[in-house]
């Protein structure tokens, strides 16, 4: 049966879905300051030392780890591993053995009732997560939670990865989360416009809180995430860009008000897909890959359909355009055109302008001031390249910023690397390019060497794509 079930069991949707869990008691050792697998040796301070590290947190527990990774918080319930399945394919390494300090907390909330969060045993939202590794290399990395996610999901995919290159993490889960992520008593957009805030007070916080924990402020400070947190990077770098030295932006999510953006082409894909499905309409096919969607994906269409367009499609409207469905929260679920309050008939060029101004304030203008390296795989299905970042690498040039971005188009790219366990021949993953760019930008901000150029990464066919990239490894762009 076509539902929620699935999508939740995914990424959901690196734009959107999350996983759903419940309660879960705090952190292991969370009353004692170290956790039931570690002891004070495992921290460069004890969490006593330091009372009250992460400033204007309402609430914050310390734990020293002889671990920070998740091959070891995964079991002492320092992280959530619901909050990060899927977003990477089997076989990944990952290192391990980093000790050090965890905190969890939150910082005050701005609903009356912020429920939907419920890790750590907290009914709050505003959740973050702060590492501190003993081997600092005096550095920081600052994520946001992609989807609607919650502050563990980098967990796996960044966290392990550069707490052991010495870089201290932080992570937040946006301040609101889940499914009904648009049911927290703000304006339209008001969530979204919520995640920037967040991502900003975390920042600051966590830079405050370095300095009082290694005795010195972070020398640098990056900031990278997938899909939604991939728009926060593009965002960040645009409207703060003095709090970083640069990021990496995976397959980052395109609000437009004037489009192309979630509602210029998922509502296409709702409408024509069914169709496409049952008879295999050549218009219908024809009217999916004009609205965005790449040749060569339609292998991919089905799931989209059942795991991640309805519900995306359902709950980011309800976000920015609620009247649209009148009293409903959300629509109505995998509906044809006909029915009522439908979003498979939904066009977003005819929507009120009120619909328009609630997307313009939370869209993106490319007028970056800090560098930036963007990902998106040519076959992104979520997140279509041709609606999404060849757009945004039009608008950093047109901004006057050309020279501090760089674009890598991953060949057979997807915006869900999991997919690649069941489609080897069709796919690849792209965290190992997210990698390889973290390290480009580094020599970028950190030694003035200069990133390789924008363009195509091939998938190389005699190697392990699942923990190997190389961007320098460009050919021309095949034509769709």
């Known amino acids: 049966m076509r539902g929620w079930s699935v999508a939740c069991a995914a990424l959901l949707c690196g734009v959107v879905l999350a996983v759903l869990v419940a309660g879960a008691p705090g952190p292991a050792g969370a009353d004692e300051g170290v956790d039931n697998g570690g002891d004070s040796s495992s921290c460069r301070k004890m969490p006593r030392q330091v009372p009250n590290l992460v400033p204007r947190a309402e609430v914050q527990d310390g734990d020293c780890l002889k671990d920070l990774t998740t091959a070891h918080t995964k079991d002492t319930r320092h992280t959530q591993e619901d909050d990060w399945r899927g977003l990477n394919a089997q076989g990944t390494n990952n290192p391990t053995g980093v000790p050090g300090l965890q905190v969890d907390g939150y910082f005050p909330d701005e609903r009356t009732t912020p429920t939907t969060n419920t890790y750590n045993g907290w009914v709050h939202d505003s959740q973050f997560v702060v590492r501190f590794p003993n081997d600092w290399n005096g550095k920081l990395v600052i994520t946001g939670a992609p989807g609607v996610r919650r502050q563990y999901a980098n967990d796996f995919i960044i966290s392990d990865w550069v707490l052991a290159r010495g870089y201290a993490f932080a992570s937040t889960d946006k301040g609101n989360g889940g499914v009904e992520f648009y049911d927290d008593e703000s304006e339209p957009g008001g969530s979204v416009l919520e995640w920037h805030r967040r991502v900003e007070q975390l920042t600051k916080a966590t830079k405050a809180a370095v300095k009082k924990y290694y005795g010195e402020a972070p020398e640098r400070t990056y900031i990278t995430g ?13 409207n703060t860009p003095a709090l970083y030295d640069g990021g990496v932006d995976w397959e980052g999510t395109l609000f437009r008000a004037g489009g192309p953006n979630l509602f210029t082409y998922l509502p296409v894909a709702l409408r024509n897909y069914p169709e496409y499905e049952a008879t295999g309409s050549q218009e219908a096919h024809d009217a999916m890959i004009k609205a965005g969607f790449e040749p060569g994906s339609e292998f991919l269409w089905d799931e989209h359909y059942t795991t991640y ?6 709950i980011y409207r309800e976000e920015f355009d609620p009247e649209y469905d009148g009293a409903l ?7 044809q055109e006909g029915t009522p309050n439908c979003d498979a008939s939904y066009v977003y060029d005819e929507r009120p302008g009120e619909v328009k101004d609630a997307v313009r304030n939370v869209s993106l203008t490319g007028d970056i001031g800090k560098p930036l390296l963007t990902l998106h795989g040519t076959l992104d299905a979520l997140l279509p390249i041709r609606t999404d970042s060849d757009v945004y690498s039009q608008l950093v040039k047109q901004a006057g910023h050309g020279n501090i971005h760089r674009y890598y188009v991953i060949d057979e790219g997807n915006h869900v690397d999991s997919y690649y366990d069941n489609n080897r021949n069709k796919l690849r993953p792209i965290l190992p390019c997210h990698r390889d760019a973290f390290k480009a930008l580094e020599g970028f901000v950190q030694r003035r060497v200069a990133p390789p150029d924008s363009g195509f990464v091939p998938k190389p066919r005699n190697e392990d794509v699942v923990n190997h990239c190389s961007i320098e490894d460009t050919a021309p762009r095949p034509e769709p």
């Open 329 to 335: 929260k959300a629509g109505v679920p995998f509906c």
């Open 309 to 314: 367009w309805d519900l995306t499609q359902r």
């Open 226 to 238: 997938i899909s939604n947190g991939g728009y926060l990077t593009r965002y960040a770098l645009e």
